[in-house]
């Protein structure tokens, strides 16, 4: 099973939008721009919203079915480990084997140098093409091996679990996007190098880039480093591919993809030039469309969505809390119970939407409503019959975000 060279993941927290989102992978295909719709879910969001994985697959196929979707698509198990992994196993033909937790975790001694020994043809003036000549010492692979080689062992392990119990015939994605520091692209091509080693026919690898991803809302950070990392990153994989023998549609993953609005120019500029491959996942975004929406519909959508955001409010620490590595709210930039609940729902939908010329929007109500999803998940069947309700409303936020803000700058311009 191969992955196409553009694919884009669809996180639908409460899966009512699958439809909605298939429609803006219709529009790009209309356009000309064939991309792979890959639906995620990770775990932590199913217990959040008390979801069983299968159902994610029932949402595809149906979005599938109902739109007459001739080409591929892919259910991810996202962020999944050995602990969690066995229930999406069945339902699930592309697993991210999350090892953030393992990075920094030594590997034995006897690994390392085993590691060292096999990769010591790089040692000296190392040229990757298309990025430059880096010097390599053996402390500086011994440096990779000790951080990063436990937790790509770790990766194996969950690999070959799946591999025992479904067959190989799945997507698997590397990621280590959920940790502290983030890996340059030297250290890529050695943690690829690892990658293989282990014999993991990886497809897409998240490394956690510089910067800050935060989840709902723009890039923050030095956007021409940002650029220069990104293009040593797509060499540094091309390079790995033909030197370790990995896959060749193996490209990277950009995990909290969505509303990075300011690198998606370099990222576009970037894929024409080398014609590398993309795997863009998003996930929350869609489910703020759906506040949008509600809010847009008037009446008990709007206070609905209302709701959410003062309940959140109260249980700001305790939403935060898994979330804390990829937000940053400024809780004294907050509207407050009494003011939100004054507004209209253009009011509502201003502060909301991500669009940076409106001077209403705020960013600080945009993350804080993107974990309070376990708010409207507590209202149970009055927010999923608000969903059908106001169904127009909310698909049409659903569709036009992904479309207009997200594959048209990112890949069509
Ligand atoms: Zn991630």
């Avoid at 060279?5 to 639908?12: A, E, P, Q, R, V």
């Avoid at 011994?142 to 997507?171: C, D, M, P, S, W």
């Avoid at 990995?246 to 120019?265: A, E």
């Avoid at 969505?305 to 400024?330: F, R």
Wanted: charged fraction near 25%.
């Amino acid at each position: 099973m191969k992955l196409e060279k553009y694919s884009f993941g669809l996180g639908d927290r409460f899966l009512h939008q699958g439809r909605a989102q298939l429609e803006a992978i219709i529009h790009a295909k209309n356009a000309g721009v064939d991309i792979t719709p890959v639906w995620n879910k990770s775990n932590r969001e199913h217990l959040i919203v008390g979801t069983q994985p299968a159902t994610l697959r029932e949402e595809a196929d149906n979005a599938v079915t109902a739109l007459g979707w001739q080409g591929s698509y892919r259910v991810d198990a996202d962020h999944i480990n050995l602990a969690t992994v066995d229930r999406f196993v069945d339902c699930s033909d592309f697993f991210t084997l999350d090892v953030g937790d393992a990075i920094g975790e030594r590997a034995s001694d006897s690994d390392i140098e085993a590691f060292i020994e096999r990769h010591s043809k790089y040692i000296g003036t190392l040229e990757i093409p298309n990025a430059g000549t880096f010097e390599v010492s053996r402390e500086m692979i011994e440096a990779v091996a000790a951080t990063f080689l436990k937790a790509v062992q770790t990766a194996g392990t969950i690999y070959r679990h799946i591999v025992k119990h479904k067959g190989g015939n799945f997507i698997p994605e590397v990621s280590m996007d959920e940790t502290e520091n983030p890996q340059t692209p030297l250290e890529m091509f050695f943690i690829l190098a690892a990658i293989a080693d282990e014999g993991i026919p990886a497809q897409t690898v998240a490394p956690k880039f510089t910067g800050r991803f935060n989840k709902g809302v723009d890039y923050v950070g030095d956007v021409e480093q940002f650029e220069k990392e990104f293009n040593d990153d797509l060499a540094a994989i091309a390079f790995a591919i033909s030197e370790f023998n990995l896959p060749d549609n193996l490209k990277l993953s950009i995990h909290s993809g969505s509303d990075k609005f300011s690198i998606y120019r370099p990222i576009r500029n970037a894929l024409r030039r080398t014609g590398a491959g993309i795997h863009v996942k998003t996930a929350g975004t869609t489910w703020l469309e759906e506040l949008i929406g509600l809010a847009e519909a008037g009446g008990e959508g709007l206070a609905i969505a209302k709701e959410v955001y003062i309940s959140s409010l109260k249980h700001m620490d305790e939403l935060c809390e898994p979330y804390a590595t990829v937000i940053d709210i400024d809780a004294s930039r907050l509207p407050g119970a009494d003011e939100v609940n004054g507004w209209s729902g253009e009011q509502y939908a201003a502060a909301l939407r991500h669009d940076r010329d409106n001077p209403a929007y705020n960013l600080h109500l945009r993350q804080l409503l993107h974990v309070g999803y376990k708010m409207a998940a507590k209202m149970g069947d009055r927010y999923y019959g608000a969903l059908v309700r106001f169904e127009p409303d909310v698909s049409r936020n659903v569709t036009g975000n992904i479309w207009e803000r997200h594959i048209k700058p990112l890949f069509i311009g």
